[in-house]
């Protein structure tokens, strides 16, 4: 079972009436392309703030060596890529802080789409709400009931 977090902004109107409210499920876990690559990571994540910070660490830590007796540059940069990577989904959620989103509730559960109907059957009428799936936007929520299995492949994905 996997555990999402699910934050809300909503998006007001000069009068202050709700015009739409976002909502996004984050997946935690540990992210395999932050662990190999963390720009590659922000490119895919819209956090282009945070390269220069990797890139700037980068520089700085061969300089290390000149004043360590060891060579640590390389544990080091193993070590910022494990990090990085474990803390992956607490990253993409202080990121949606500062974006103005606020937290709502944690959801466990087998996959996305379950738990997206468990916030939907939990909180009551979201027909006209936009759900962001970790940065996918859907403009209706009534899609993920019209979307057809492939080939028939999995039978219990009929509607």
């Known amino acids: ?84 990577s474990f803390e992956s989904s607490e990253i993409k959620r202080w990121l949606y802080a500062i974006r103005g989103y606020n937290f709502i509730k944690i959801i466990s559960s087998s996959d996305i789409f379950n738990a997206q109907w468990k916030y939907i059957n939990s909180v009551g009428n979201l027909e006209k709400n936009n759900i962001t799936l970790d940065r996918i936007k859907q403009s209706d929520i009534n899609n993920i009931k019209q979307t057809a299995p492939i080939m028939n492949l999995f039978p219990f994905n009929k509607y």
């Open 1 to 84: 079972m996997a555990i999402y977090t699910v934050y809300q902004k909503k998006i007001l109107n000069y009068n202050g009436l709700v015009l739409e409210n976002d909502i996004v499920f984050i997946k935690d876990g540990v992210s395999i392309i932050a662990l190999f690559s963390p720009i590659i990571w922000c490119l895919f994540n819209k956090n282009l703030f945070l390269i220069p910070l990797y890139l700037l660490a980068l520089l700085m830590i061969p300089q290390l060596d000149n004043y360590l007796p060891i060579n640590i540059s390389a544990l080091t940069i193993i070590m910022i890529h494990l990090i990085w």
